[in-house]
């Protein structure tokens, strides 16, 4: 059965924790009372709700008492609103008034705090905001036409009537494996390895308009942050990976195997910055203030959207911007600025998608438990437990170990 101790909550403001004592909250309409002559009855004007002021006695105490005070004083003089979560009243959008700090010598180790928050207005002036994903997107088309053109220059330049095709396929064939395997509709443009080792030897220049073609047929779809900033990273490592592919014999094979190469690695990075363009910039839901029973939730899960851990996205600004870098120093001027560009704005996009995010903590449970249950106690659903078991590559969902676990922050 739940009791109202279930559903008291955690006391924080912008995410720093102090321990709540009492509080008071002013009620009822405001009245301004008119009084007029020969009239024994007043006229009261009601002049809307009052204001929801909290007015809160807390502190914080422990070795690190002076500590955590000073991180609350900041949170507190920080100009802006920020979201407050009351023990009793749940979560709310508020704005910090004039309170007080006090110490007293015969408390040692606990700070007092009187804090007052406002309600706060979420109507704010409309501002002018850059769609960065669509920017990217944009930026993503620039980028494979540079890298089009840039392959259609390299063959012109090379003499592929001294070369014989099998000299090239086992080139072409690492480079086919390597986009079916990331970008398969590309692959599938080409059908086979032979196919395409015939078009760089006898027809280089309908190569860039069946990849355009390719890329137009189908629309990234985004599945997920997790999957999204998995697929990036894996197609990082595939770009590296073409690296490895060993050069034929000759100066002019070299050349062709340089071109394809070069080609499908950028292709490839056009695909994973499509995929990045996808993410949404997405605000993290309000922490539910009341749940039902884990018990029931078994049964029917509660809708939680999924939300990105900044972690995860700052991972992913390193790994695919430090590869847009590797392939920017050996690309030919045009290309590069077409290089620069794009992976400033897949930095850009990224920050955007972070500054939404949540952080990871570190959890440590003191007696195995199934996720289904800590995924209730950190965030009142039982529908993130598969998010907590496939970041910790837990082998069993029903059986935490007692070691310090990843979760997200809320």
């Not at 007029?36 to 002021?53: H, K, L, N």
């Not at 990045?276 to 899960?301: C, L, R």
């Not at 003191?366 to 837990?394: D, F």
Request: charged residues 20%.
């Amino acid at each position: 059965m739940t009791t109202w101790r279930d559903s008291v909550r955690e006391a924080s403001f912008k995410g720093v924790p102090f321990f709540f004592d009492t509080d008071d909250l002013p009620i009822g309409r405001r009245l301004q009372t008119h009084r007029y002559p020969q009239r024994d009855r007043p006229y009261s004007e009601d002049m809307g709700r009052v204001a929801r002021e909290f007015n809160i006695r807390a502190f914080v105490g422990g070795p690190d008492c002076f500590e955590q005070r000073d991180v609350l004083l900041r949170a507190v003089n920080e100009e802006g609103a920020g979201q407050l979560v009351h023990p009793y009243y749940g979560t709310m959008r508020v704005k910090a008034g004039v309170g007080s700090v006090s110490h007293d010598r015969r408390n040692g180790g606990v700070v007092d705090f009187d804090l007052n928050f406002i309600e706060d207005d979420d109507q704010e002036f409309p501002a002018e905001t850059v769609n960065t994903g669509q920017v990217l997107e944009m930026g993503a088309e620039d980028y494979l036409s540079a890298s089009l053109t840039q392959f259609e220059q390299a063959m012109a330049l090379i003499k592929t009537g001294q070369i014989g095709i099998e000299s090239i396929l086992d080139s072409a064939t690492a480079v086919f494996t390597t986009l079916y395997e990331t970008v398969r509709p590309i692959a599938d443009a080409f059908r086979s390895a032979q196919n395409l080792a015939y078009l760089v030897m006898n027809a280089p220049s309908r190569i860039p308009a069946q990849i355009q073609a390719a890329f137009g047929g189908y629309v990234t779809a985004f599945d997920g942050f997790q999957s999204s900033c998995s697929d990036a990273a894996g197609k990082c490592s595939a770009v590296q990976s073409l690296d490895g592919v060993p050069s034929p014999q000759g100066t002019q094979a070299k050349a062709v195997h340089a071109a394809l190469v070069d080609l499908a690695q950028n292709v490839i990075l056009v695909d994973v910055v499509r995929d990045v363009a996808a993410m949404p910039i997405v605000t993290p839901p309000a922490s539910p203030t009341g749940a039902p029973s884990v018990d029931v939730q078994v049964v029917a899960p509660m809708a939680y959207p999924e939300v990105p851990t900044s972690d995860d996205i700052v991972g992913v600004i390193d790994v695919v911007t430090d590869q847009l870098w590797e392939q920017a120093l050996q690309a030919p001027y045009e290309q590069f600025e077409a290089i620069a560009d794009i992976r400033r704005q897949v930095e850009n996009h990224l920050q955007a998608v972070a500054r939404q995010g949540v952080r990871l903590q570190y959890h440590g449970a003191t007696q195995v438990q199934p996720a289904l249950v800590l995924s209730y106690e950190l965030y009142g659903t039982a529908a993130r437990a598969a998010e907590i078991v496939e970041r910790n590559k837990i082998s069993h969902p029903g059986f935490l170990p007692v070691t310090p676990i990843q979760v997200a922050a809320k």
